[in-house]
């Protein structure tokens, strides 16, 4: 559900059509929560027939046409509850937590290969989530931009500062990820001996 309302937040901004809005969706509410393009489509065809948003074709060129999406009330008052709800969490689902229990049974070589990647991965996240939040500072993001002109002057400070601490999660979450594959790397140093030296299993 949550890509509902992830889709419904860009759609109170102002109307987008389909293509648009898989655009709009990638660079901004995108990095908090993924869902590839196949997934737009129908979840927006599932909130036209639940009314939460209307759907009307414009012409495009001379003989294309395109889908132009609008909030409904109904939309705005669904989006509203929503977050005035409380959230409900999902059982957690993490696949290197889930292989990190189990590193007895791989190679120091292996177990070490995993933690760097894992250490590689999210050092990618933190510098892309680091240069989001500077666009942020910035007011440079084009999704905010088009958030803050819609909204009362009064509102904008709140508006960014709510956006940047959503980001600054996103960048403690990665920094934690981080640091938890290092001291996974400690972890098999005390275990194996150093990666330099003599590695087997015990």
Known sequence: MSLRYALLALLRVGPLSGYDLQKQFQVSVGHLWHAPDSQIYPELRKMENDGLVVGEDQTRGERGTRRVYHLTDEGEQDYVRWME???????????????????????????????????????????????????????????????????????????????????????????????????????IDELYGPENGTAGHA
């Open 85 to 187: 709800s409380p959230l409900s969490y999902a059982r957690v689902r993490e696949p290197a937590n889930l292989k990190a229990a189990y590193l007895e049974a791989a190679s120091p070589d292996a177990a070490r290969a995993f933690l760097h990647e894992h250490i590689r991965h999210w050092s990618g996240e933190v510098e892309q989530w680091e240069a989001e939040l500077a666009r942020i500072d910035a007011r440079a993001n084009p999704m905010l931009m088009r958030r803050l002109e819609s909204i009362d002057q009064r509102d904008h400070d709140r508006t960014v500062a709510f956006k940047r601490f959503g980001y600054e999660g996103l960048v403690d979450r990665a920094r934690s990820e981080i640091d938890w594959a290092e001291r996974g790397l400690a972890l």
